[in-house]
């Protein structure tokens, strides 16, 4: 779009759904990364089957066209992931729903380094008492350490808050929302899943 909020859909980025998938299950929560060596792009998304969940990835040289999608053989049962890439070329990637995990990758599609359980909802509290889900992580415009925004769950409804972490592994999330519902519209009840992108040099 030229203004970011009028969008025209441009078709499916995979020619088919996978045959084995039912009603409710599918494919959801994408972060893209710069592709391997700078060149085009690499997505990671959650896939549901049944009631068990793998994180993929597929990769693209124009944004247009896409690689068939492989699973993440050592992320097999997790979900939501977020990722970044450094300057090194190595990926970071954040992902769970409950608590929160970690792990690095220097391909793309072998993980290292895993971490379980670097951020639960009992350390959080508040709209995140009960659970937490789509982490979405950026590098902080300090340029030192990291700032997340998080979707929790509260035992009533979704909403959204943030933290920060000097190395990406011990995060301190307050509990004032950044995005809650507001009774009216299409988010009357809940709001979820960010994404947050720099615009500017300040923004």
Do not use: C
């Not at 009533?156 to 519209?185: H, N, R």
């Amino acid at each position: 779009p030229s203004d970011g909020w009028v969008w025209q859909k441009q078709g499916r980025l995979f020619a088919e759904d996978p045959p084995e998938l039912m009603p409710n299950e599918g494919d959801y929560a994408p972060t893209i990364v710069t592709g391997d060596d700078g060149v085009g792009y690499r997505v990671y998304f959650a896939r549901r089957s049944s009631a068990s969940f793998s994180i993929y990835t597929t990769t693209s040289t124009d944004g247009v066209s896409w690689s068939d999608p492989v699973a993440i053989a050592d992320l097999e049962g997790d979900s939501s992931p977020a990722a970044l890439r450094g300057q090194d070329g190595k990926i970071q990637m954040w992902f769970g729903s409950g608590p929160l995990d970690y792990a690095e990758s220097s391909d793309g599609t072998t993980f290292m380094n895993r971490q379980d359980g670097i951020l639960r909802p009992s350390e959080i509290g508040g709209f995140a008492s009960l659970s937490m889900i789509y982490p979405e992580v950026r590098p902080d415009p300090s340029g030192s350490g990291y700032r997340i925004w998080i979707t929790g769950f509260d035992g009533m409804s979704y909403k959204i808050g943030q933290g920060s972490s000097p190395d990406g592994i011990d995060w301190t999330v307050g509990t004032d929302i950044v995005f809650e519902a507001d009774g009216e519209g299409f988010d009357s009840k809940s709001v979820a899943q960010p994404e947050v992108h720099r615009g500017g040099e300040t923004g």
